[in-house]
C-alpha cells in the first residue's frame, strides 16, 4: 500500500514539476542529494531497464535513455510530511522523437543531469514486485504541451517493448489536443 501511495505521489506530481522546468535551462548549480536515508525502498527489478534504447516504426524514431536513481521524497515534496528520512529508487529518462526525419523532442543533452535538476521527461518505476518485467509511469510530449501514461514491458537483456501510452486523467484546459504523435506497441533495442 505504501508503495502504491508513493507511486501515486510521483506520478501526480509530473504536472507540478513541467511547470517548473521552464526552458530546460539551468537556474541553479547541481546539488547532491540524498545526504542521509533512514528508509531506502531499493527497486532491484529497475536495473533491467537501464541504459539506451532505441526502436522505429512508421518513419517515427524514439530513442529513450533510462536510469535507476535514488530519490529523497523530502527533498522532491518538501511540503509533504514525511514521518523521517525516506528513499526509494525511480526511473527517470529522457528521450528523443523524430518524426519523418524531423527531431520534434529532444531530453537526451541532459542526460547527465540529476533527478533534482528536473530535466528528466520520464518518471516512473517498478512498485508491485509481483510484476517484476513491467514499468510505469509518465513520459513528458512537448510537442503536444503534455504528459502522457506510460507502460514498459521487459523482453530480454536487449530488448523492451513500449507497450501503450495514453492520456492522464483529469481536467483538460482548452485548446487540448488528445492526440499522441509518439510510436507506441514498439520493440526498443538496447544501444
Known amino acids: 500500500m505504501k508503495n502504491i501511495i508513493i507511486l501515486a505521489i510521483i506520478l501526480l506530481s509530473t504536472h507540478s514539476v513541467k511547470a517548473q522546468k521552464g526552458d530546460l535551462t539551468f537556474v541553479e548549480p547541481p546539488q547532491q542529494f540524498p545526504v542521509t536515508c533512514d528508509v531506502y525502498n531499493q527497486k532491484q527489478q529497475h536495473e533491467k531497464f537501464t541504459g539506451v534504447w532505441q526502436g522505429s516504426v512508421n518513419d517515427k524514431l524514439l530513442r529513450i535513455e533510462l536510469k535507476n536513481v535514488k530519490i529523497h521524497l523530502p527533498t522532491v515534496f518538501p511540503n509533504a510530511n514525511f514521518p523521517n528520512e525516506e528513499c526509494v529508487d525511480a526511473i527517470i529518462g529522457f528521450h528523443q522523437f523524430i518524426d519523418n526525419g524531423v527531431e520534434k523532442e529532444n531530453s537526451l543533452p541532459y542526460h547527465d543531469t540529476t533527478m533534482y535538476q528536473k530535466k528528466w521527461t520520464v518518471l516512473g518505476g517498478n512498485y508491485n514486485a509481483n510484476i517484476p518485467n513491467i514499468i510505469k509511469g509518465t513520459l513528458e510530449h512537448p510537442s503536444k504541451n503534455k504528459s502522457v501514461k506510460f507502460v514498459i514491458s ?38
Open 154 to 191: 521487459y523482453i530480454d537483456a536487449t530488448h523492451i517493448k513500449l507497450e501503450s501510452l495514453e492520456n492522464l486523467q483529469g481536467t483538460k484546459l482548452a485548446p487540448y489536443d488528445s492526440s499522441i504523435s509518439l510510436p507506441q506497441n514498439i520493440i526498443l533495442t538496447k544501444q
